[in-house]
Every structure is written in structure tokens, then in C-alpha cells.
């Protein structure tokens, strides 16, 4: 048994727990619609927000329709809900009436009128339900501006109207009270979505009587916002004053009181919602994208677009949660940290898809049920083994089944090799059973850095205290050995003096006359560049009055700073670097310095010599590019360096890359002060004219490029329409 | 209360009426007013020649099919068009309300059947018998013509009431004149009438509508500066009855009739223009011609509609400028011919169903009326990719590989198969969605492929279609229209054999006695093990910066004969390998006319040994290639995409994409070309003589199976209409098979294409599931099952292995694995992410026993026709079989008994009963 086998709980819930983890594996796999055409493909996204192909992790089962269930068609369904004993509860809107039907989906009965002390009542365009745990059926009722409580039976219980006379001033003048949705938590507060509300759910105490807002969609402002509103006129604050926060559109409470809401319209990073009893947004969003629902990030030519637009959501075991999209029709599944598990559904006129998507929730058996208010059905969908797996592996995580879980999260790899929440999953058990590599190699096909880094370390220190003592032994071992031979050698040759170059002077360039000049020259500049990193202000000064520097040497710095650059990105350690390797483009890297570089250049010179500068622009060449050594130098061995550290110390990476950065900046500086021959004041001012040149020259080609781009389209139309009429 | 009861009353007398009326019609011998035309051993056919409907009577089983249902005033016509004329503007016309009902047709008998040619559109516009400017004159003679009192008295009344008397006449001298510069040719020249005086506003009134008449009629003015005094000095001093203007149509109709009654005719009309100076009247624009002959061919009856018959109006002139600018050569081309929409149809009171090819069939129930959908179309053979790839793909859906249809009511039911122009038909349904309309499938042909090019390029979003859309679009047409005719051939079906599977039996039939299907399996042999290897993909890698493909290897040549081995030993005596990207750079390779082994999965000699290994266990060998897309396109390999792709009718090359699953875009990263059809025959013959050196016994074609596609450029020489298209590949085919003797195997399957095929993977196994179908059924296995071997997806790729597995018994498939070697987390972050659980290793275990079962279990129903499927339970199917053999397999997690037979749970069974009701 692995290590871990010691910590597992052995509850009796969770043993109840992995047995019906089993079931629900065993009996996975829908049998209503058994290998026909499923209409939709299902994909998951990476960490870059691209779709990447995935299994199907439900299809489409059975329907209920008012025609199969014998009662007449259903007309413009709104919602529907799945209560504590897996009934089904369909709101027919259209209809005003409520249908239950059964675990098998047969009909159990129909509630549309009720009697209130012997008057009797019925719903009038209700568009909201729920059922409690305790058997009690709130209903929305829209059009009569109230909340009905029933018993499940449809025995009439309580009506729940308007918020009292005493709140009037809390709503604008001419508020409707027309609720649309509504739920209610273990306290039996009720919280109700209604229609041109945009303070958030009200809630109403277990009396019925109005309390309040909550979660209301809090404003920001902006900076932009702010200052607008100082200089607005009334009239155009009041216009402003029409740009509300955004209304509901659905919510779910979960068996933790949870309440999970969705925002109408189209999604952004508030989309989804989970508000604790006090009404505070603690939903975490650990996945690559914020926003839920699909990654809209550019504009394809389709029919159908935009960010998804939610109009239900629900909440399920273990923190996961399902909503609604009605944009394009799907269902996405998110875990507790916000991490995109699975996506199905689609918009369309087959049998499995939709064209109205209003509501889901979950059936017993994990199966999910979705409401089409234009197809007037309800449609069951069947987890597949696939979908059956990743839930298994989850509640197995979360009672402490960790190998089992593992097991799991295997059979989900052997579906769907581009899962990366399965190679976490298998990344946590191999580090929990000390397998760290394992954990690694898993980690980083999950792109999971953090992972990576965990295991990365323990890995190291394994490594450390496996051949710390080897290591050491031999490195003194070979340093004996060296001293040893230089000794023997000093001996043999006698007390000749060995004729380095001293460093301190590189400008004693030696004078071999075999040597190309061009060699030497680049030889010299490279010493003398190194020289000037250390000594920026004599260097520079001796840069130019002297003629110390030259530009073969100067190129080949700006050449190795690109190499730099590219290696930098290419080849530094998996835990710091986030680029995706594939899309690395060698061209575009190189213009990423080359083109700064060259404006650099050209707008110091141009600026300086109006501003009384005495360096050319070879000198501000070579000593802008002089002033680039420490990148080299700093960020070649911090490459290499990267592969051995971890996260934890990522601090340190980042403090000694940006000092590259800065020694470099300062080098720039000096060295325009020091080729100009300005004072400090002086070069102050100039670098911030450089700056402003530089973006002016980048404004200006970006406009003649967008020119270009312009009159070449009209060109092609012209041409393509010339091509084409003749 | 009574008074809610009476409209019900009023409904079920009406219904009975209906029906009374109906009913006895449908049933009866033949109907009042029709003839006999033609008749065999089989058939009569009869035809109205009041309406050209036709019937057929079977004579074996006295059904009567119409062409039309008898008795109904909208289900009317044979044949529609469609038409475009410039600008984009789109017209239909039918046989009925645009030829029959001017009476323009001709019958004319045939040895075996009759011809009935249309001419669409009426001569003459509708009231061009009605005269805008008559002479007093005239008109007295016209009343002078007849002898019949009320004849003339109706004319009479018609020139007094929509007519006003008035005369051109000079000015008195001193009279000022009044007139505005438009009607500046009147300068000198006033109105009178009779019969009262008129207002000066009045006199310009009746000199505008003069004015306009004339310029109207003249072909030699275009606009008020060309009208000269000339052209209207022959009306002056001349007594006029002049229409009035802004009459509604009735009563232009009833003045029309007045002077029809007395016998005026256009060439009256011609005459009385004449004497004004004017044109006669001219023939309307949209005139076409169509023929449609009806055959009887011994039990069938063949509708034929003759390309030579097809005309329409080429290079006419459009003198009045309905269509732009006045005298502007314009042609009308015919975009599509809709054939036969009512034969057959079935009204609200039938039960039954129509069969649609899509996929491997579905049945749409008669009057199931969907809330969402009530008609749908499918395209034979899918999309034709040279008339412009979507720009989105949303949906999955299933192709029709089979060009036939069917309805079925009663006791009866027809088979309709399209023998010639499949490729460019399109098969709809519709049910009936209340009284008067019916239940009915039908055909319709493109005649001439039609696109709308954007010039500018610039997309725009219409909120009004919900589309991105281009401002300016212009319409264009395949340059030529399609070379074949339209042909269908339509077999009667009655009693037991009038349902689908009957209907599959007749096209099975068809088929065969065509020559175009035989039998190429043998019943003895053990059922086929399909595995599939993808040996190498690309994957994009960065060198030193540079981001280049490079191929990845999944399965190398040796590797592929270790998995056939272990196979082998397994107990897998007849598999039969298919491998994917095994040369030229993996499984999206280069322009295969050269092949070149790729290094990263082995030697030469590997490969020879491979197919060593393979001949040695008498497995098949099938490695595959695509040569109807080009992946990509190299210097100097033989393939240039400007010569030697497609075009679309936009003139771009045509291409072909992979969609974005999440926003169904176009990936342009996943984009291949066309290959053009007229290239087809010179990249075979290169690829077969490179082929031909590894000796290889068999060939798998990724694409040549359902894919099918024209070539859309402008000169007449090179197009390639989607019908030829066809033609060459079954030459192709044939070069493939008969030539070269190699052993075929398709993806899908075409009907043309599944004659030349050992084997036919990948073959749908459930329709599109459009709503408004109402339940699927497996014609297509029907057809083929035991003269082709054949599996659907695979297993491993389904979204559950052991769903489908089952499904492939129902279905009567083989066992079917798409596989490699390597770990499937190799294709991860490449665009071959798709293919994400390819280990073998993962699905071995449960595939060898699986294999076993089924080969030592179902080897009786082998080589056996698939005569019948239903759904017994929820959850459990019976496929029937030749010979009272039938396999039960239940979907469920239980254990189920049917007819006394336990079948376990996610399990089959077959059964044998006693062989007393045969097919069926």
C-alpha cells in the first residue's frame, strides 16, 4: 500500500461515498439514444484560451414534452426543478402550470389552479420555481407580482406579495414588482430576481416581509468615470444615471446555503456568482479565463457571437457547478477553484441541441436536464463513461481516496489525452506517494507551474541529498587535481610570468600582427565593452574622446542581446516561463529589439543635435549598444539558472532579471550624458524628448501603415473587381 | 351550449366531405378525366390532359399513385423553377399556374409513356390585351363585330367607364399656353372632350397619361429628351378613348374580358399601336421551356426531364428596363428544377411514413407535426466544396450517401431512386401543418450552380438578417449549365413489402441488377478486425527561434507489424490494417504523386516487411492516401494550386477547412485545396506508378468515398460539373481496381463508389437526427449488409467504447480500432489534438475478447441480408436477417427478456426462429 493508504478517512458517509462512485461509473453511458448522432463536439480550453478537442461528456438521453406526456404541447417552458427526491418539476409558462413528472418521466400530476380560503386561484405567467428540501413549492408568478408557496402536492400555503408601502422609497417611482426567479436557503430566507431590478437579489425573511438587497453588482468607477463626472453637466449625469449594473438572470442554492447567481446579458468575470449568507462573492476563478463561458478574444465570420450569455446556473457536489449558456446554446461545468471541467450543448434543429435554452438542473444519477422554451421540451442528458470518470475522480479526491481518485483520473487520460485537470490529478498522487518526477512530467503536461514547482523541489532536494556528497568529494577532488597539474607545469616551464592582459587595462590591446583588424577590433571592443559595465563614466567618456569603442563590436553586442532575447524566451526553465513555446517567431523577436534599438538611435542623435549633443550617431550607436551588455551577461547564466530554481524563489529570479534590466537603463543613461558631454539635468531632459520622439515616430508608422493597409484592400477590391467584370 | 358546439359540427361535417370526396378517389381505379396512355405487364399510366397530372396504376395491386393528390386546388404542378435575373432577383415558376393554366403545353405520345413540354410564363404580360389608347374609330368597328347584345354592351360600358373620350387639338390662336416643360412636346396643342369640358389640371392629366403610353410602347425613346412632336403627331385631331390611369386590377381584368368577348386579339392590339406609330406589344421576358416524360419501365416508372428540353431566355432584350437599365441584353438562367413535389402525397388522414437518406435513414412520420420544424432539405452527397467551403460549421451532422427516397401510406409505398444528376439534387421533406397542405418528399435538381460574390471584401453585420454580409453582391452562375439529364426511376411497393425495409430491398435490387453492387465477401470467412494506425503527424517546433513542422511519429513500420502480431497471436486470424500517414510527412501529407517513405517511422525495408508481416498472417493492407485534398503544397511536386485546384464560382481557389469546435469558424491554420477533378486522373496514374514499386495489394482512399466535388472555372473547357465529377472518379475507381487490381477500401460510401470497395469504413450508423425526423432506421446497412464489410466510427473514438460496440452489432458492423503506438499524450499541443486516446495498449484489453465473441457468435448472419430493425423495448433492438436469424442486443443496465429470450445486460443475442416467415 502507498503511503498514502495511512490517511484515508474511513467514515462510514465515505465509504457510502466511493460505493456509489462505483455505481455511477458502472452504470455510465446513456442507453435512451445509444450511439446515434450527437449534434454537438465538446472541447475544453487551454491555457492560452484555445479550444482543444474533448470527448463527449454528455449526451442527449430522453425529452419530456407535454404531447408524450399526454397533456398537450407546453408552451414557452421558463423553468424547471429537480427537488430532494428526484421529481421533476416543470413551470409551463405559457400554460400557467406546473407538471411533475417522475424519476422514469411519467407524469405524476399537473398544478394550475389552487384554492386560497375557498376562492380559486391560479398563475399568470409564472416564470420561476423551487422546491425545498422540506417540501415546499415557491413559484414566481410573474404576471400577478407575488410568490406562491405550495406543498408539493399544490396545496395552497402562503402568497408572498410586493415589498411593503414603507420600502417605496427604495425603489424608483413606477417599479413593477414582477419576480422571475426564486430561491430560498436553509434559513428559509427567500431571494427572488426580479425583472427591471438592478440592486441585486431581494430578500425577503422567513415572514415574508422585505429585508433588503444582496449581492448587489458593486459600481466601480473608473478613473475615467470620475473625472467625467466632474466635468458632466447635470443632464448629462442624469444620461449617465441610465447605465445601471446588470440584472440576474437565474439562482441556485447549494446544500451549503450557497447562492449562486448569474448575470444577465453578456458574460464577464462577474458572470457567475457564488454569495455566502452575508452576501459576499467568494467564488474562487482559478482558470485560465475569468470570464465563464467560451474565450471570445477575436472576431470569427459566424452567425453567432459574443461572449456567452447565462441564463441558468446550478450548483452540484463537491463545489462544481453547471451554467446555462443561451448564446450558443451550452452547458459549462466548472470545479470549486473555477477550473472549466467539460462543456456540451449546442444551438441547432437535431435532435440533442437547442434553440431556446432557459433553464437546467441536475437529475439523480448526475444526469443534467436542460429547458428549450422554443422546442417546448425538456431534454435529459446522460453522462458519458468520460464525464462519469472526472466526477468519481473528484468526490474520490475529496474524501481522501487519493490512489482510487488516481485511478480515476487514469481512465479519464485514457479517454482524453489533452486533459490537463487529469494530469494534475495524477500529478497529486504521484507527488503524495514521493514519486516527484512522475508529479513533474504530469504537472508540466497539465501546464500546472505550481505543481511543477512543488514537485520540482522535492525532486531537487532528493537530488541534493543523494549526491550532495559525491558532488562535493569530486569538486574537491578536481580542484586538487588542477592545482596539482598547474603546479607540475609551473615547474617544468620555469618562473615565467604568463602574459595575460590585465584586465584593468584592456585598452593595451595586444599587437599580433597575424591577427585580422577586424578581429581585433571586435576582440578590444568586446573587452573594453565589459570594461565600461563596471566603470560607466570614465568608460563612455574614453568611448568617445578616446576612441575606445567601435561598431563591428557594437553590432555583434546588439546581435548576442537578440540571441539573448530568444534564448531567454526559448530556453528558460518551464516554471518561469508562461509563453507557449510553439508560437515562438525568431523574426518577430529580433524586430522586438531591433526596432527600439534603431529609434533609439536615430531620435537621441536627431534630438541631441538640437540640443548643442557633440556625439555622432556612430558614437550613439556604439554606446547605446555598449550600455546592452549587462543583458547579455546577466540573463545568459539566469537562464540557465532557471531550470534549477523553484517558484518559491522566483523572487530572486525576478529581482536579478530586473536588475539586468536597470543596470542596463542607467549604462543608457550615462552613456548618452557622457557621449554628449551634457550634465545630468541636461541628459534628463533629452531622455525624456527621446522619448517622446520615439513614440511620436511609432504613432507616425503606425499610421502609414494602417495607410498602406487601406490602400492595398482597395486596390485588391479594385483589382478583384476588374478580374471579375471582364 | 349550443352555441359553442356548432363550428365543431360545422368542422366534422366539413371533415367527412373531405374525406368522402377524398378518400374514394385515392382508392379508386382511375380517376374521372384521365386517359390511358401507355401500359405493360406491370403498369398503366394514365394522364389529364386538362392538367398533365398523371397516374399509375399498379396492376398486380390496383394501387393508383398520382402525380398529384386528385381533387386539391393547391397541390398543383410537376415541375417548378427557379430563376435569377440581374440584380440578384429570384423567381419561381410552376407548371401548373405559369403554363397549364395559359394552356402552353403540348402532349405528345411515346413508345412506352408520354411527354408533356411546358412553356413557363405567358406570352404577354396580363392585361396586354387591354388597350391604353383606342380610336373611336376602332372601337365603333369592334363594336360592330359582334352580334351578341351583351357582348357589346359590356364593351360599351367598359369604354364609358374606364375610358375617357378626348382629342388632341391645335390651340385657338391667342390662347395661352399653360404647359409645364414636361410635357413641353404638347406646346401648341391642347385636349378636348365631348363630353364635357376639361380643367386645365385634368387636360394635363390625360396628356401625361398619353405621353407615357406613348413613350411606354416606343422602343426608341429612353427618356423625356428623346420624345419628339413626331412621335406624337399620329394621334393629333384623331377622336381617343384613353385608359384610365390607376384602375385597380379587377377592373382591368373585367375590361379586358369585354373586349376578348367581341374577339379582339393581339393582333388588333398590334394593329391599333400601329396606327398610333407605337410598337406592337411585346412579349414578356421570362419565357422557359420544359419537358418531362414519363416511362414505363417495366415495374418502374421513370420521369425523365431531357437537358435539350431545358430553355431559357439567353441574351433577350430588356426594352422596358425591368431588370436595370432599359435595352439591356439579359439572360435568365434556371438555378434549380423541383420534380414531381406531390407525387404521392399523402394527405392529414393517412398513417405512414417517408423515408430520407440521410445517414444510414431516417422516417419521418406522416402528420407528426414538429413545433420547431415542418420542411428539410438535404444535399445528395453533401456540399459541393468548389461552390465555396461554409463559413461556419456548427452542428454535426450525417451525409446522404444514397440517392433515393420513399413514401409509404397503407398498403402501400414507392421507391424513388435518382438514376441520373444525383450530385446535384437535394432531397425535402415536409409534413402537413393543417388541412390543404400534405405530406410529401421530393427532389430538386440545380440546374446551374449560383453564388453570391462580394466585391469589396468588406463584411458587414446586417442586424436585420443577423448576418455578416457584403454590401455589394453580384450573382454568378456555373458557366455552363449541367450536362446530364434529370432522371428518376419510381418502384411500387404494396403489402408486406411496403415499408422500408422493402423499399431497401428494391434499391438492393436496383443495385445489383445495374452491376454497380456484387457480392465481395464470402460467408465463410471469419469477419474482418479493422485496425487503424496513424503513423506519423506534424507537430510545430521551434528551432533555434524559427518555429518549423516536424514530423512526429506515433507508429513506426516496425512497430505496426508488432501490433498486427500481437494480434495475430491474440487469436485475430483476418485483420485488416489501414494505415494513416505513412509517407510524405504523415497523415496530412504532401501532393502524393510521389511517394517517399518517412524516415521518422522506418526504413524501406521496414515497410517491405511490414507488408511481409502482414501477407504472412493473411491480413489485408491497406494503406491509405488522400487524393481529393491537398494538404500542402510544395515547390516543384507536381501540384500547383492556381492550375491544378478547383475554383469556386468567385474565382478564388477553392479550399476546405476544419472548424473551430467552440466558435465554428473556419480554422485557416487547418485549410487544404481541392483538388480538381480533371487533375483526379494524372495524380492517380503518377501515384500508382510510385505505388506500384512497394507492392502493396491494397489501397485505402481517405475521401473519394463521400466526397464529391465540381471545378468552377470560367472557360468552358475546364469545368467540371459536379455530375462529370462523379464520372471521373468512378473511373478512377475502375483505373484503380480493374487495372491495377488493387483492393479498395473507402471512407463512407457513396453508392457509386461502394461498388468498387472491399471494404467501407466509417459508414453512418444513425441519420443527422434533424427534429423533424421521428425515428432512425439502418437502410443503408439493409442495402449492403453481407455484399460489403463495413464498420462505423471507432470504437475507441465514440463517447462510449461500449455503447458503440453494441451499436456496431445492431448495425451489423465489423469491429472497427483507430490506433498508434506511442502514448496518446504525443498529440497533445499539436493541431492533431483531436486525436487524444489512440494508445493501443489502453484498448486492447477490452478489444480482443470482444472480437472473439463476436466472430465464434454472429458468423451465421454473415454474407446474410439485413431484412428488417425494430426498436422491441426501451433499450433493446432486434435487427432481423435472412433466414429467421435476428440479433436482440439490449442497451440497458439490466438484464431484459424478450419473446422468452434473456439477454443480459449491454449484451446481445441471436436468435434463429423457425424459418416460417421469411424476409419480410
Known amino acids: 500500500m502507498p503511503a498514502a493508504a495511512g490517511r484515508r478517512p474511513e467514515t462510514w458517509d465515505q465509504r457510502i461515498l466511493f460505493a456509489v462512485c462505483m455505481v455511477i461509473l458502472a452504470v455510465a453511458a446513456a442507453a435512451g439514444s445509444a450511439g446515434a448522432v450527437v449534434p454537438y463536439q465538446s472541447y475544453t480550453y487551454d491555457m492560452w484560451g484555445e479550444a482543444i478537442p474533448a470527448p463527449l461528456p454528455y449526451v442527449p438521453a430522453r425529452a419530456v414534452d407535454g404531447r408524450s406526456l399526454g397533456i398537450g404541447d407546453f408552451k414557452a417552458p421558463q423553468d424547471l426543478f429537480v427537488d430532494a427526491r428526484g421529481l421533476l418539476y416543470i413551470l409551463d409558462t405559457g400554460n400557467n402550470r406546473i407538471v411533475v413528472v417522475d424519476r422514469e418521466m411519467r407524469l405524476l400530476r399537473v398544478i394550475s389552479r389552487f384554492d386560497i380560503n375557498g376562492r380559486e386561484d391560479g398563475f399568470k405567467g409564472p416564470r420561476g420555481l423551487f422546491v425545498t428540501a422540506e417540501g415546499r413549492l415557491y413559484v414566481a408568478d410573474t404576471d400577478n407580482g407575488r410568490i406562491v408557496e405550495l406543498t408539493v402536492d399544490g396545496q395552497f400555503l402562503r402568497e408572498i406579495g410586493a415589498p411593503g408601502p414603507e420600502h417605496a422609497t427604495t425603489f424608483a417611482a413606477g417599479f413593477v414588482y414582477r419576480p422571475v426567479k426564486v430561491g430560498v436557503d436553509h434559513a428559509g430566507r427567500i431571494f427572488v430576481v426580479a425583472r427591471d431590478q438592478y440592486d441585486g437579489l431581494m430578500e425577503f425573511n422567513v415572514d415574508g416581509e422585505f429585508r433588503g438587497f444582496v449581492g448587489a453588482p458593486r459600481v466601480t468607477p473608473t478613473l475615467a468615470d470620475v473625472l467625467w463626472s466632474r466635468i458632466a453637466t447635470d443632464a448629462q449625469r442624469e444620461r449617465q444615471a441610465l447605465f445601471l449594473p446588470t440584472e440576474f438572470s437565474a439562482l441556485d442554492v447549494d446544500d451549503d446555503g450557497f447562492i449562486f447567481v448569474t448575470k444577465q446579458g453578456a458574460a464577464n468575470n462577474q458572470a457567475i456568482k457564488k454569495l455566502n449568507p452575508a452576501g459576499r462573492d467568494v467564488l474562487i476563478r482559478k482558470g485560465p479565463s475569468a470570464t465563464p463561458g467560451d474565450v471570445w478574444n477575436y472576431e470569427p465570420n459566424v452567425t453567432v457571437t459574443g461572449p456567452s450569455a447565462f441564463a441558468d446556473v446550478v450548483a452540484r457536489d463537491h463545489g462544481i457547478y453547471s451554467a446555462l449558456d443561451r448564446n450558443r446554446g451550452r452547458v459549462f461545468t466548472y470545479d470549486e477553484n473555477g477550473r472549466l471541467l467539460y462543456v456540451f450543448g449546442g444551438r441547432g434543429g437535431q435532435w440533442g441541441n437547442f434553440r431556446g435554452p432557459v433553464a437546467l438542473d441536475v437529475l439523480p444519477g448526475n444526469a443534467i436536464v436542460v429547458l428549450d422554451e422554443i422546442k417546448n421540451r425538456a431534454i435529459v442528458f446522460e453522462p458519458t463513461r468520460y464525464a462519469a470518470l472526472i466526477h468519481a475522480a473528484i468526490a474520490l479526491y475529496d474524501a481522501g481516496y487519493y490512489d482510487e481518485s488516481e485511478r480515476m483520473w487514469l481512465g479519464v487520460l485514457q479517454h482524453n489525452a489533452n486533459y490537463e485537470l487529469a494530469y494534475i490529478g495524477v500529478g497529486r498522487a504521484r507527488y503524495r506517494q514521493d514519486d516527484f518526477y512522475s508529479a513533474m512530467v504530469n504537472f508540466r503536461l497539465a501546464n500546472d507551474r505550481e505543481g511543477y514547482s512543488e514537485a520540482f523541489r522535492m525532486y531537487r532536494r532528493l537530488l541534493i541529498e543523494q549526491y550532495f556528497g559525491a558532488a562535493m568529494t569530486s569538486l574537491v577532488v578536481g580542484l586538487m587535481l588542477l592545482w596539482g597539474v598547474r603546479s607540475a607545469r609551473r615547474r617544468r616551464l620555469g618562473n615565467v610570468s604568463s602574459p595575460r592582459v590585465n584586465a584593468s587595462a584592456p585598452f593595451d590591446l595586444a599587437t599580433d600582427a597575424n591577427a585580422s583588424s577586424l578581429w581585433l577590433a571586435l576582440r578590444g571592443g568586446l573587452k573594453y565593452a565589459l570594461y565600461v559595465m563596471v566603470h560607466p563614466i570614465r568608460g563612455f567618456w574614453d568611448l568617445k574622446h578616446e576612441n575606445r569603442g567601435n561598431a563591428a563590436s557594437a553590432t555583434a553586442i546588439l546581435a548576442a542581446v537578440i540571441l539573448t532575447v530568444i534564448a531567454v524566451r526559448q530556453y528558460t526553465g518551464f516554471i518561469f516561463n508562461a509563453r507557449k513555446i510553439q508560437d515562438l517567431n525568431v523574426i518577430v523577436e529580433a524586430l522586438s529589439i531591433l526596432v527600439p534599438f534603431a529609434l533609439w538611435t536615430v531620435v537621441n542623435w536627431a534630438i541631441t543635435t538640437l540640443m548643442d549633443g557633440k556625439g555622432s550617431i556612430k558614437d550613439v550607436y556604439i554606446a547605446s549598444a555598449y550600455a546592452l551588455t549587462p543583458i547579455v551577461v546577466i540573463y545568459v547564466p539566469l537562464t540557465l539558472v532557471s531550470h534549477v530554481l523553484v517558484q518559491e524563489e522566483g523572487t530572486l529570479y525576478f529581482l536579478i532579471f530586473a536588475l539586468g534590466l536597470i543596470w542596463s537603463m542607467t549604462l543608457l543613461f550615462t552613456g548618452t550624458m557622457m557621449v554628449h558631454d551634457y550634465n545630468v539635468s541636461t541628459t534628463l531632459l533629452s531622455v525624456v524628448c527621446i522619448l517622446a520622439g520615439m513614440g511620436f515616430m511609432l504613432f507616425i508608422g503606425m499610421l502609414s501603415y494602417e495607410i498602406i493597409g487601406s490602400a492595398t484592400g482597395f486596390l485588391t477590391a479594385i483589382y478583384r473587381e476588374i478580374a471579375f467584370r471582364l | ?920
Not at chain 2, 419628339?228 to 379587377?250: E, K, Q, W
Not at chain 2, 450517401?401 to 437535394?426: C, D, K, M, N, T
Not at chain 2, 415536409?430 to 421530393?442: E, L, M, Q
Not at chain 2, 504472412?616 to 494503406?623: E, R, S, T
Open chain 2, 1 to 920: 351550449m349550443p352555441t359553442k358546439r356548432r363550428p365543431r359540427l360545422i368542422f366534422l361535417a366539413v371533415f367527412l366531405l373531405t374525406g368522402l370526396c377524398v378518400l374514394p378517389a385515392a382508392r379508386g381505379a382511375v380517376p374521372a378525366g384521365m386517359v390511358l396512355v401507355a401500359e405493360n405487364d406491370f403498369l398503366r399510366l394514365f394522364i389529364d390532359e386538362a392538367t398533365t397530372e398523371i397516374a399509375v396504376e399498379d396492376k398486380l395491386s390496383n394501387d393508383v399513385w398520382f402525380s398529384n393528390p386528385p381533387g386539391d386546388q393547391k397541390a398543383k404542378g410537376q415541375i417548378a423553377i427557379k430563376y435569377f435575373a440581374p440584380g440578384a432577383v429570384e423567381g419561381t415558376m410552376d407548371s401548373f399556374n405559369d403554363s397549364v393554366a395559359h394552356e402552353q403545353y403540348v402532349i405528345r405520345p411515346l413508345d412506352t409513356g408520354v411527354r408533356v413540354e411546358y412553356t413557363l410564363g405567358r406570352e404577354y404580360g396580363e392585361f396586354a390585351l387591354l388597350p391604353g389608347l383606342i380610336s373611336e374609330e376602332r372601337a365603333a368597328a369592334l363594336l360592330e363585330r359582334t352580334d351578341d347584345e351583351a357582348a357589346k354592351r359590356a364593351l360599351q360600358q367598359a369604354l364609358d367607364r374606364n375610358f375617357t373620350r378626348v382629342t388632341l387639338t391645335a390651340v385657338e390662336e391667342g390662347a395661352a399656353a399653360t404647359l409645364p416643360a414636361s410635357l413641353r412636346v404638347f406646346d401648341g396643342y391642347t385636349l378636348t372632350s365631348p363630353a364635357k369640358r376639361l380643367t386645365n389640371n385634368e387636360v394635363q392629366r390625360f396628356l401625361r397619361v398619353i405621353q407615357s403610353r406613348v413613350m411606354g410602347e416606343r422602343i426608341d425613346i429612353e427618356e423625356l429628351a428623346d420624345l419628339t412632336f413626331d412621335h406624337v403627331r399620329p394621334l393629333i385631331d384623331i377622336a381617343l378613348y384613353v385608359l384610365n390611369d390607376n384602375l385597380p386590377s379587377f377592373i382591368m381584368r373585367s375590361a379586358m374580358q369585354a373586349f376578348e368577348n367581341v374577339g379582339y386579339t393581339m393582333e388588333d392590339r398590334g394593329l391599333d399601336n400601329t396606327l398610333f406609330g407605337l410598337d406592337p406589344p411585346r412579349p414578356r421576358l421570362e419565357r422557359f421551356k420544359v419537358a418531362i416524360e414519363y416511362r414505363l419501365d417495366g415495374p418502374d416508372l421513370v420521369v425523365w426531364v431531357p437537358r435539350d428540353s431545358i430553355e431559357h431566355p439567353v441574351d433577350v432584350i430588356d426594352i422596358g428596363g425591368k431588370y436595370g437599365p432599359r435595352r439591356q441584353k439579359i439572360s435568365l438562367p434556371i438555378h434549380s428544377i423541383r420534380v414531381l413535389e406531390f407525387f404521392g402525397a399523402a394527405d392529414r388522414n393517412e398513417t405512414g411514413y417517408m423515408f430520407v437518406p440521410d445517414g444510414s435513414g431516417a422516417l419521418v412520420h406522416l402528420n407528426s407535426v414538429k413545433t420547431s420544424m415542418s420542411q428539410y432539405t438535404v444535399p445528395v452527397y453533401g456540399e459541393d466544396l468548389a461552390l465555396g467551403a461554409p463559413l461556419e460549421r456548427m452542428n454535426v451532422t450525417r451525409r446522404v450517401h444514397l440517392p433515393v427516397f420513399g413514401l409509404h401510406y397503407g398498403e402501400q409505398a414507392f421507391l424513388a431512386v435518382i438514376e441520373e444528376s444525383a450530385p446535384s439534387a437535394r432531397i425535402s421533406v415536409a409534413v402537413s401543418t393543417g388541412s390543404g397542405s400534405f405530406n410529401r418528399i421530393w427532389s430538386e435538381f440545380v440546374v446551374r450552380p449560383q453564388s453570391a460574390v462580394d466585391l469589396t471584401g468588406e463584411w458587414i453585420y446586417s442586424p436585420v438578417t443577423g448576418y455578416w454580409d457584403t454590401l455589394s453582391k453580384v450573382n454568378v452562375f456555373q458557366y455552363r449549365a449541367n450536362e446530364a439529364d434529370i432522371r428518376l426511376r419510381y418502384r411500387f411497393l404494396h403489402g408486406e413489402n411496403a415499408d422500408y425495409a422493402g423499399m431497401a430491398e428494391a434499391y438492393r435490387d436496383y443495385l445489383i441488377e445495374k452491376g454497380a453492387l456484387k457480392k465481395r465477401l464470402s460467408p465463410d470467412d471469419e469477419p474482418p478486425f479493422f485496425v487503424e494506425l496513424v503513423g506519423a503527424v506534424k507537430k510545430l517546433v521551434p528551432v533555434l527561434g524559427i518555429p518549423r513542422l516536424q514530423s512526429v511519429p506515433l507508429t513506426t513500420y516496425q512497430q505496426a507489424s508488432a501490433i498486427a502480431e500481437r494480434l495475430a497471436e491474440a487469436g485475430v486470424n483476418r485483420g485488416v490494417l489501414r494505415y494513416l500517414g505513412w509517407h510524405n510527412g504523415g497523415v496530412e501529407h504532401d501532393y502524393p504523386a510521389d511517394i517517399k517513405l518517412l524516415g521518422g517511422l522506418g526504413t524501406a525495408a521496414d515497410f517491405r516487411a511490414l507488408n511481409d508481416v502482414l501477407s504472412g498472417l493473411n491480413w489485408g493492407f491497406y494503406p491509405d492516401v488522400s487524393l481529393m485534398y491537398i494538404y500542402r503544397d510544395r515547390l516543384m511536386d507536381g501540384f500547383s494550386p492556381n492550375r491544378h485546384a478547383s475554383r469556386t464560382l468567385d474565382r478564388r481557389i477553392a479550399r476546405r477547412y476544419e472548424y473551430d469546435v467552440a466558435l465554428f469558424a473556419r480554422d485557416p491554420d487547418r485549410a487544404s485545396y481541392v483538388l480538381s477533378p480533371r487533375r483526379l486522373g494524372h495524380l492517380v496514374d503518377r501515384f500508382l506508378s510510385s505505388y506500384a514499386s512497394l507492392g502493396v495489394p491494397g489501397l485505402s482512399l481517405r475521401h473519394i468515398g463521400t466526397a464529391l466535388n465540381s471545378d468552377q472555372r470560367e472557360e468552358l473547357a475546364t469545368i467540371v460539373d459536379r455530375t462529370q465529377a462523379q464520372e471521373i472518379v468512378e473511373r478512377q475507381l475502375a483505373k484503380l481496381t480493374q487495372t491495377h487490381g488493387l483492393g479498395l477500401m473507402i471512407n463512407g460510401g457513396n453508392d457509386y463508389a461502394l461498388g468498387y470497395a472491399d471494404y467501407a469504413l466509417q459508414i453512418p450508423f444513425s441519420s443527422s437526427r434533424a427534429d423533424i425526423y421521428d425515428r432512425d432506421v439502418p437502410f443503408y446497412q439493409m442495402v449492403i449488409h453481407g455484399l460489403v464489410d463495413y464498420a462505423g466510427e471507432p470504437i475507441n473514438n465514440a463517447y462510449d467504447p461500449v455503447t458503440q460496440m453494441l451499436k456496431t452489432v445492431e448495425f451489423g458492423g465489423n469491429i472497427y480500432y483507430q490506433w498508434a503506438y506511442a502514448p496518446s499524450e504525443t498529440v497533445k499541443e499539436t493541431k492533431f489534438n483531436d486525436l487524444y486516446s489512440l494508445n493501443y495498449e489502453d484498448w486492447l484489453g477490452s478489444a480482443i475478447p470482444f472480437y472473439l465473441e463476436i466472430k465464434d457468435n454472429l458468423q451465421a448472419i454473415r454474407g446474410l441480408r439485413m431484412t428488417g430493425h425494430e426498436t422491441i423495448a426501451q433499450g433493446v433492438s432486434r435487427t432481423e436477417y435472412d433466414g429467421g436469424w435476428a440479433v436482440l442486443v439490449n442497451y440497458n443496465h439490466e438484464p431484459v427478456v424478450v419473446d422468452g429470450i434473456k439477454v443480459e445486460a449491454l449484451n446481445y443475442s441471436l436468435v434463429q426462429r423457425h424459418p416460417s416467415r421469411e424476409g419480410g
